[in-house]
Nanobody, 115 residues
Framework: QVQLVQSGGGLVQPGGSLTLSCAASGMRFSIRAMGWHRQAPGKQRESVATITTNGNANYADSVRGRFTISRDNAKNMVYLQMNSLNPEDTAVYYC?????????WGQGTQVTVSS
């Protein structure tokens, strides 16, 4: 059974930084693309960033240049470094393996950007 366990997140002031982490188990992590999604109140869940097995990353336009996704295949970990955060980034963030079926999701981590 695939499990994704997230850590990190919390409250940060505008302009601040946070790092989210996700530990994967129950699958061959190194051969799977990984990603981060987020869902803001009253909005649909959206993809934020994805990373392929060889480290190629793609970002939503709203976060490109501010967020960085990375992975450590030796540790079965994926990370999301978030810089220059603004209130529009406030959401619950989810780790996922987008090409695994059924698609697994982390438990969700609240990120709140507020002064």
């Amino acid at each position: 059974q695939v499990q994704l366990v997230q850590s990190g997140g919390g409250l940060v002031q505008p302009g601040g930084s946070l790092t989210l982490s996700c530990a994967a188990s129950g699958m061959r992590f190194s051969i799977r693309a990984m990603g981060w999604h987020r869902q803001a109140p009253g909005k649909q869940r959206e993809s934020v960033a994805t990373i392929t097995t060889n480290g190629n990353a793609n970002y939503a336009d709203s976060v490109r240049g501010r967020f960085t996704i990375s992975r450590d295949n030796a540790k079965n970990m994926v990370y999301l470094q978030m810089n220059s955060l603004n209130p529009e980034d406030t959401a619950v963030y989810y780790c996922t393996a987008p090409n695994v079926r059924p698609q697994p999701w982390g438990q969700g981590t609240q990120v709140t950007v507020s002064s």
